[in-house]
């Protein structure tokens, strides 16, 4: 869907469908929406009180325009309470006004910045992420797609002249964090005899390719020499072969340089240590750190933040056979630290230690954030809508939830109870890979931390909020892309605010 400007009043834009907003709690219309209803002679507020239409965020309604305005209809959408409106609202009223307007037949839909009180910017992006992340579909292999439900443009019209500029920059940001989710949700949403790590490997060249990024990619022998022990235990039992990506954004003047790790399992069936069918369902969605990363790699040379960002992932599937880990197995990592792993299960974190260690010493990043959907534990403690952040860092720990809040993604901070590392110790190797089930997020964020060492780190647990089984305010059924958009807010954010301007 294209996002375009128009300069003038709603009562100018011509369309199918013009979106206008009502706040809860207020009985009269927004000025923008006295001016529609003066052109409807009065329709729209009669048909809001017919309806006892009350502005709860997300409602919506629609009226015809009568032949009155240069549109054929209204969508009305709820803001909530003015007083709560936040960038928040306005994606989640965004995505149910378009798709009101989609399920109309709208092929051209307009609208004016909707909300209040944030700058102009902000608001024109929620709005751009609410219309664009809330049409997202995933039906590749639908023999029968119904394109006829197709919204191909919004218009934004702002009368207010020193605004117009804002609010396309605002825009133009909305289309590169939607365009980064969205590539994050097909890769999460492909089956994973399609998303294999070979097939990883490729999107990132075909990225780096297109955005002018250095990438490597490690193959078996590769790892080998690198002394990926870990890493490589994982994929001991699977067909596919193991795939090492670094991607790397360098501009010329980098302040700052970050290191972004995902986890990359492109299917978990637990190993030897078997998942049930149950489990095992969604189990492709097991890459969706790794799917969240690439989506950041692949926009930032078009944000052109100024810091140095490293793409890390090492990708795998975790399978069985006779060849697999087996539990009691030791492994040594690139670090040198041994593991004794006592569930085959808990393979993320073995990968993403070797990841964290190559990170540490090819990288040598100021700051490390790695995104992994690691834990069971995470999810009974904040259920499907919400990811946990663990660090060793309070001030980087701060910064990244201040990113997630601007993106409208929920993290909460999470203790790192050191106490909670007896649970690691090992009678034959440096630690092993699981400690007791209770405060298990706690204890996989522990494991990881043994190999951040001093570095700035935080930690993501999004084994929750990575996969929904039902449609969210503005995300499909399906993959969610979550964390994406936070970890683009955080390195625009550490490169210094804005995107920087050809």
């Known amino acids: ?56 965020l997300g409602e919506t309604t629609h009226l015809h325009a009568a032949g009155r305005l240069a549109v054929k209809r209204l969508v009305v959408v709820g803001m909530g309470p003015r007083g709560e409106c936040t960038p928040e609202s306005i994606r989640r009223a965004a995505s149910a006004a378009l798709r009101r307007a989609r399920d109309l037949g709208a092929r051209t839909v307009a609208t004016g910045v909707l909300g209040t009180r944030a700058p102009a910017r902000v608001r024109a992006q929620a709005l751009g992420e609410g219309a664009l992340l809330g049409l997202y579909t995933f039906d590749r292999y639908k023999a029968k797609k119904d394109e006829s439900r197709a919204v191909e443009s919004l218009t934004v019209a702002v009368a207010e002249r020193g605004e117009r500029a804002a609010v396309r920059d605002g825009l133009r940001l909305a289309e590169l964090t939607a365009e980064a989710a969205s590539f994050a949700r097909d890769l999460i949403n492909e089956p994973a005899n399609s998303v294999t790590p070979t097939a990883l490997a490729h999107h990132a060249e075909t990225i780096a390719k297109a955005g002018g990024l250095r990438v490597r990619v490690y193959d078996r022998a590769a790892c080998e020499r690198l002394g990926m022990g870990a890493f490589l235990g994982v994929n001991r039992g699977s067909q596919e ?17 970050v290191a972004l790790v995902g986890k990359g399992i492109t299917f978990d069936s ?16 097991d890459m969706s750190g790794a799917a969240a990363v690439l989506g950041v790699m692949k926009v930032l040379p078009r944000l052109r933040p100024a810091v140095e960002v490293h793409g890390l992932i090492a990708a795998t599937d975790n399978m069985p056979s006779g060849s697999a880990t087996k539990p009691g197995d030791i492994l040594r990592t690139m670090s040198g630290k041994t593991i004794e792993v006592n569930n085959t299960d808990a393979e993320g974190r073995l990968t993403l230690a070797d990841a964290i260690a190559y990170a540490l010493r090819e990288v040598k990043p100021d700051e490390l954030v790695d995104i992994a959907t690691l834990t069971g534990a995470c999810s009974i403690a904040l259920g499907a809508l919400c990811g946990g952040a663990l660090a060793n860092d309070p001030g980087l720990q701060r910064r990244v939830l201040r990113a997630a809040e601007e993106a409208g993604e929920r993290l909460w901070p999470l203790p790192l109870i050191e106490e909670y590392r007896e649970g690691l110790k090992s009678d034959v190797a440096d630690l092993r890979n699981t400690g007791p089930r209770p405060g298990g997020a706690i204890t996989a964020a522990l494991f990881l931390k043994e190999f951040a060492g001093a570095t700035p780190w935080v930690h993501l647990d999004i084994a929750g909020a990575a996969f929904t089984e039902k449609e969210l305010p503005y995300a499909a059924k399906g993959g969610v892309g979550f964390g994406t958009r936070t970890l683009i807010a955080y390195v625009m954010a550490a490169g210094g605010r804005g995107m920087r301007r050809r």
């Open 1 to 56: 869907m294209k996002l375009t400007v128009s300069a003038g009043p709603l009562t100018d834009v011509a369309g199918d469908v013009l979106v206008v907003e009502r706040y809860a709690g207020e009985p009269r219309l927004t000025p923008e929406a006295v001016r529609v209803d003066r052109a409807l002679n009065g329709l729209l507020a009669r048909a809001l009180a017919e309806e006892r239409f009350e502005g709860r």
């Open 241 to 257: 072969p193991p795939r090492f990506i670094h991607l790397a954004y360098a501009p010329r003047r980098a302040g700052r340089r």
């Open 270 to 285: 637990g190993g030897l240590d078997l998942k049930t069918a149950e489990g095992m369902a969604w189990m492709k969605g």
